[in-house]
């Protein structure tokens, strides 16, 4: 079950869009196939959701990602994982040949898979920005520019 | 279907804790209970999550949820439900009695429930925050300052 997780983000990794047309649900459930990236609005069903992938892939130089806090729970024919990215994304290469610059960020995700005869594949994935350090305090915490 | 997400909302928007802890996963699965609240990381475990709840309960003097674009998908015990929340929040009564400033915030949310014998119950509830205009350009969306 991480390994379908962990194939996901390698995909994405990657840059490579035929690696992850395998994994994203098909099927009747391929209309439900959600995605919400970073700050972004839903997006529901697996074409929408392919071609933001490829938009994203012809945008990002370099992207990598480091998992933490993966946790998984499965129930018969679906599984949850919740975890952590760790991201470092790259712009372009300067002028001179050199690497552009690397940004960090911080995501937290809820994926969602569904098992079918292939194997595991993604039938949801909400990643959203972590905003304000983990508090007891919600006012501070729910507020999006604290 | 429909039902057992507006209940998890009027729970939420009527500050009814009791409402909560009744449409919350219970059983083999509620130690693996997700929820993200906008900005948040991930809490995990049903105590956690109630625990959040009456925090933000305590916390939030009015909330009204305004549902929009709600899409349910259904397949077998698992139903997954994405919709927009236009939050309305106020603050506290000001000192000479009149009701406090209105905010109002755009979330998204996907939300997973499973099928028991007492009806669906809420498994998954990620909402994050909508940081940019649907777009076609993921550079400019997926900042978070833009």
Chains 1, 2 share one sequence.
Do not use: K
Not at 31 to 56: D, F, K, N, T
Not at 57 to 62: G, R
Not at 69 to 98: K, Y
Not at 100 to 112: E, H, I, K, Q
């Amino acid at each position: 079950m991480e390994a379908a997780n962990q194939a996901f983000y390698d995909a994405v990794e990657n840059s490579d869009l035929d690696a992850l047309e395998a994994i994203v649900l098909t099927g009747p459930l391929a209309e439900s196939v959600a995605v919400v990236h970073p700050g972004w609005p839903v997006l529901r069903g697996r074409r929408e959701v392919m071609r933001s992938y490829a938009l994203i892939m012809a945008n990002t130089e370099y992207i990598q990602f480091f998992l933490t806090d993966v946790e998984v729970a499965v129930d018969g024919d679906t599984a949850l994982v919740t975890c952590t990215e760790n991201i470092l994304t790259g712009g372009p290469a300067e002028d001179d040949g050199s690497a552009g610059s690397l940004v960090g960020g911080l995501v937290v995700a809820t994926n969602v898979f569904r098992h079918t005869p292939e194997g595991w594949r993604l039938w949801v994935h909400h990643g959203s920005p972590v905003l304000a350090d983990e508090s007891d305090d919600p006012e501070a915490a729910g507020d999006p520019d604290a």
